[in-house]
């Protein structure tokens, strides 16, 4: 069909037709050539959620990643977010990097701020000038956990620890400097890689007999390399596709919620480990930072405006089973 053919057709159509062909033809316009893929770069690389993103990149054709460590590209560095957004015609920033140590950020608010804080502030301030897209990446310590249904994106914030408080001030700061993002907040994150409950609670099965786990904090487990995908497949819909998916804040996890009890069965069932598992409350566990009792996010924003499928909770531990026995 010719352009003016088209432009024919456009102006003969009603105002939803004429939208959707609108869309048709931007596409076809603007979409990138067949060799030119999305240039994206990851922060905080060597995390849990870098390191999934990393497994998954040579399944993304169409896209091409650079991945930084925090020796390549430390966020908390003003300098570094502009000299790497300047040199590198980047489409997307994926922002893996945090300090994720909840306790130390008891003692150490300022390591925490310099990279949840005012680094994501540095990075959204470069993204915007050299026209990028970010990704940022929070958490459902935002809220108190006073609530007894989902949190969602609109519900009032009030961090409990000093990391809580961090990611906030982060999620405050790229809202600040931009409007082309999205702020992920997820929950109980875990994977094959790194330290975390998942791989926690395989170590000590090996050692113990016995083990008591806290069962009066509430959220839904998230598998990182589900998250990963699903990040992954929001770019497409966004950039390749031209999705109108509204920038902003968007909840994220696995569908349904348990207990760290819960959470510790269900890895011990589908990993057919034999330990004892006793359940306990949080205040025989006393930590220097406190946990909301209740941090389950809602995920109808995520599911109404990108439509990608949530898998439960326990598919997550699942495939997290299959992705370390495949290594
Ligand atoms: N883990 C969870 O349960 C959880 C829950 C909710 C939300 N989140 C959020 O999800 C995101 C990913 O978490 P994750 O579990 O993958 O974290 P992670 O495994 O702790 O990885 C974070 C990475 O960031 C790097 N990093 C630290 N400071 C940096 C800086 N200034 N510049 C660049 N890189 C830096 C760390 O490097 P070093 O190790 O060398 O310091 C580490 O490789 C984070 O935003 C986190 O806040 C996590």
Redesign the pocket.
């Known amino acids: 069909m010719t352009l003016p053919v088209v432009a024919k057709l456009y102006a003969n159509k009603t105002k939803i037709e004429r939208f959707s062909l609108s869309s048709c033809l931007h596409n076809y316009y603007f979409r990138p050539m067949k060799d030119a893929r999305l240039r994206i770069a990851v ?8 390191q999934e993103l990393q497994w998954l990149a040579p399944l993304y054709p169409d896209m091409e990643f650079t991945f ?3 020796q390549d ?4 560095i003003e300098s570094v977010n502009e000299l790497q957004l300047s040199t590198s015609q980047l489409n997307v920033v994926i ?6 140590n909840v306790e130390k950020a008891e003692d150490d608010f300022e390591s925490a701020s ?3 804080s005012k ?1 994501p502030g540095y990075l959204a301030t470069a993204c915007k000038k050299h026209g990028a897209l970010l990704i940022h ?5 935002v809220f108190d956990g006073h609530q007894h249904v989902p949190y969602i994106e609109e519900d009032s914030v009030n961090p409990m620890n000093m990391y809580g408080l961090s ?1 906030l001030h982060g999620e405050q700061a790229v809202d600040a400097a931009t409007n082309r993002y999205y702020t992920i ?6 994977s094959r890689y ?1 330290h ?1 409950f998942y791989n926690t609670m395989l170590r000590l099965a090996d050692e113990r007999e016995s083990l008591r786990v806290v069962d009066d904090q509430i959220a839904s487990p ?1 598998y ?1 390399k589900f998250l990963a995908e699903d990040i992954l497949h929001l770019i497409r819909l966004k950039l390749l596709d031209f999705r109108p998916i509204p920038f902003g804040v968007y909840h994220y996890t696995q569908l349904g919620e348990t207990s760290w009890f819960g959470f510790a069965q269900e890895i011990m069932r589908i990993n057919q480990k034999t330990i004892q598992l006793e359940a306990v409350r949080s205040a025989e566990f006393p930590t220097k930072a406190k946990r909301p009792q209740y941090s389950k996010l809602s995920t109808r924003k995520w599911e109404e405006y990108t439509s990608i499928a949530l898998r439960t909770w326990q598919e997550g531990v699942e495939a997290c089973r299959l992705s370390s026995s495949s290594n």
């Open positions: 922060t905080g690389s060597s995390g849990q959620l870098g930084f460590s925090k590209w430390d966020i908390a922002n893996c990097a945090a300090y994720t310099a990279t949840n680094g990446i929070s958490t459902d310590y990611k907040r997820t929950s109980w994150l875990y790194g975390n998230t990182a």
